[in-house]
């Protein structure tokens, strides 16, 4: 089969993907951080079938990308562009994310925007719909800052499991929402999802 991206593809994986998977404890911390950038780009670029093949046949690479994360856990501009790569390896490429993968997310608690870009990618794993503690973790996602963000993404998790939400946890979640009306400008048609989901949930 002839793919029209290929060239481009091939370079993609050349320059930076196979270096990045092979070679990123010879880089120093700088390197490391511009790979991983460029990284996000091309995972974030438009669906590519070729692409997916040869991401495919690296077989770990979602693995090797939280090896990184963890060497680097204190570095933001790493950390947030790889949950971005992960999370265009799961959406487009259909990639599985390990259980390794998913213990890493819950253990990331600090700074607003990587919490903000874990949750987006957290909600939606398998593993998310039988983790213990998921009504504590979505309910946390509504105070991280922006909270103009966070409740959007608070509101995706509350809607997804709408069915299965614990009576403890009910009129905590309406409040959030409640607030979250009272106290930001808000588009009509969001203060009416909002409203909806308040009604389903009561």
């Known amino acids: 089969m002839e793919y029209k991206d290929k060239v481009d593809v091939d370079q993609e994986f050349q320059n930076i993907i196979y270096p990045l998977v092979e070679n990123w404890k010879q880089y120093s911390e700088e390197e490391v951080e511009r790979l991983i950038k460029e990284?996000?780009?091309?995972?974030?670029?438009?669906?590519?079938?070729?692409?997916k093949r040869l991401l495919i046949e690296l077989k770990n690479f979602a693995d090797i990308l939280l090896i990184i994360a963890k060497f680097y856990e204190n570095n933001t501009v790493i950390l947030v562009e790889i949950l971005s790569s992960w999370y265009c390896l799961y959406n487009q490429y259909r990639i599985n994310l390990s259980d390794e993968v998913f213990?890493?997310?819950?253990?990331?608690?600090?700074?607003?925007?990587?919490?903000?870009?874990t949750a987006i990618l957290i909600i939606q794993l398998p593993l998310f719909e039988t983790y213990e503690n998921k009504w504590i973790y979505i309910l946390s996602i509504s105070k991280i800052a922006?909270?103009?963000?966070?409740?959007?993404?608070?509101?995706?998790?509350?809607?997804?499991?709408?069915?299965?939400?614990?009576?403890?946890?009910?009129?905590?979640?309406?409040?959030?929402?409640?607030e979250a009306i009272e106290k930001y400008n808000l588009h009509p048609t969001t203060v009416d999802k909002y409203n909806k989901l308040i009604d389903l949930i009561r």
Not at 39 to 51: A, L, Q, T
Not at 103 to 117: A, M, P, Q, T
Not at 150 to 175: C, G, L
């Open 39 to 51: 990284n996000g780009k091309i995972c974030r670029k438009e669906f590519s079938i070729y692409r």
């Open 146 to 178: 922006p909270r103009r963000k966070s409740i959007s993404v608070f509101y995706t998790a509350v809607w997804n499991n709408k069915d299965m939400i614990p009576i403890q946890y009910r009129e905590k979640i309406i409040v959030v929402f409640q």
């Open 103 to 117: 213990k890493f997310l819950i253990s990331l608690k600090k700074g607003n925007n990587v919490r903000l870009y």
